[in-house]
Antibody, heavy 126, light 107 residues
Framework: EEHLVESGGGLVQPGGSLRLSCAASGFTLSTYWLTWVRQAPGKGLEWVANIRKDGSTIYYVDSVKGRFIISRDNAKNSLYLQMNSLRVEDTAVYYC???????????????????WGQGTMVTVSS | AIQMTQSPSSLSASVGDRVTITCRASQAIRSDLGWYQQKPGKAPKLLIYGASYLQSGVPPRFSGSGSGTDFILTVSSLQPEDFATYYCLQDYSYPRTFGQGTRVEIK
């Protein structure tokens, strides 16, 4: 069965750093884009970043650009999110997700987040 | 960034009811839209992709429609396990953006 498991969350002071990890099992990570999505307590979902299969292309939401770095190690079947200069507003559950392409049978592919981890909580507070 | 606006923000319904949730994009996004279901304390789950295609394993009481800027998620006959929060997500451009969510509660 295909699984993603996040780790690395915790309590950190404003301005601090944290590195999240996401381990895959049951499928070959190198054949998929991967994504981080976060959810502040009691709030909705926010897409954070994603990374191409080989790591050559990366996108970020504006609010984390210059502070967060997404990376992957396909040999270790793992995805990472290095979070620097953390702010109180970064407090959230962070989910990793498999960013797949579903085919509609008529020549078009759609990006979907089809496998999700259980999430890891990051709390930024003094 | 493309803004996704869902309505209503919440609704109360009974088992067996037909429920519709709408999602409007701030610009045309073709059919590059998915719907996700999230239950409390759990990760989201993909229901619909490409605006109208049912993800494998999702019950056929869920359906999606729309293209361009206006989209609809329909649950034809609400079941007890369907009480959850639903989000639309555009995959037309970066940054990817979610709607603010629609909470479906038991009446």
């Amino acid at each position: 069965e295909e699984h993603l498991v996040e780790s690395g969350g915790g309590l950190v002071q404003p301005g601090g750093s944290l590195r999240l990890s996401c381990a895959a099992s049951g499928f070959t990570l190198s054949t998929y884009w991967l994504t981080w999505v976060r959810q502040a307590p009691g709030k909705g979902l926010e897409w954070v970043a994603n990374i191409r299969k080989d790591g050559s292309t990366i996108y970020y939401v504006d609010s984390v650009k210059g502070r967060f770095i997404i990376s992957r190690d396909n040999a270790k079947n793992s995805l990472y999110l290095q979070m620097n200069s953390l702010r109180v507003e970064d407090t959230a559950v962070y989910y990793c997700a498999r960013d797949a392409n579903n085919y509609d049978g008529r020549g078009y592919y759609y990006d979907v987040f089809d496998i999700w981890g259980q999430g890891t909580m990051v709390t930024v507070s003094s | 960034a493309i803004q996704m606006t869902q309505s209503p923000s919440s609704l109360s319904a009974s088992v067996g009811d037909r429920v519709t949730i709408t999602c409007r994009a701030s610009q045309a996004i073709r059919s590059d839209l998915g719907w996700y279901q999230q239950k409390p304390g759990k990760a989201p789950k993909l229901l619909i992709y490409g605006a109208s295609y049912l993800q494998s394993g999702v019950p056929p009481r869920f359906s999606g429609s729309g293209s361009g800027t206006d989209f609809i998620l329909t649950v034809s006959s609400l079941q007890p396990e369907d009480f959850a929060t639903y989000y639309c997500l555009q995959d037309y451009s970066y940054p990817r953006t979610f709607g603010q969510g629609t909470r479906v509660e038991i009446k």
